[in-house]
Nanobody
Framework: QVQLVESGGGLVQPGGSLTLSCATS????????MGWYRQAPGKQRALVAA???????RYLDSVKGRFTISRDNAKNTVHLVMNSLKAEDTAVYYC????????????????WGQGTQVTVSS
């Protein structure tokens, strides 16, 4: 049973920054991929960012150049630095761990964090 604990959400103004963190109960090398999905009411769940065990990264097109995902192997933690936040980034962000195929082109979540709210508003 994998436990994922995420933190870092909050309320920020447009153009601001937040950093999300997700700590796992096991080594991140136990998983092929980790990252975040986000979901807002009435919208489709979207893969925001992912990083694979081979250090391939994948980003939602709308966040490319603004968000950066990284991992700290020693602390079994991944981080998502979110810069230049926009109102459209408002959502609940769910950390996940799972599998990846085709260099990260195909992501299959297995475990989920509790979710953290990100609200971008003036």
């Amino acid at each position: 049973q994998v436990q994922l604990v995420e933190s870092g959400g909050g309320l920020v103004q447009p153009g601001g920054s937040l950093t999300l963190s997700c700590a796992t109960s096991e080594s991140i090398f136990s998983f092929s991929a980790m990252g975040w999905y986000r979901q807002a009411p009435g919208k489709q769940r979207a893969l925001v960012a992912a990083i694979t065990s081979s250090d391939n990264t994948r980003y939602l097109d709308s966040v490319k150049g603004r968000f950066t995902i990284s991992r700290d192997n020693a602390k079994n933690t991944v981080h998502l630095v979110m810069n230049s936040l926009k109102a459209e980034d408002t959502a609940v962000y769910y950390c996940f761990s799972g599998s990846a195929r085709q260099g990260g082109a195909m992501i299959s979540p297995r475990s989920w964090g509790q979710g953290t709210q990100v609200t971008v508003s003036s």
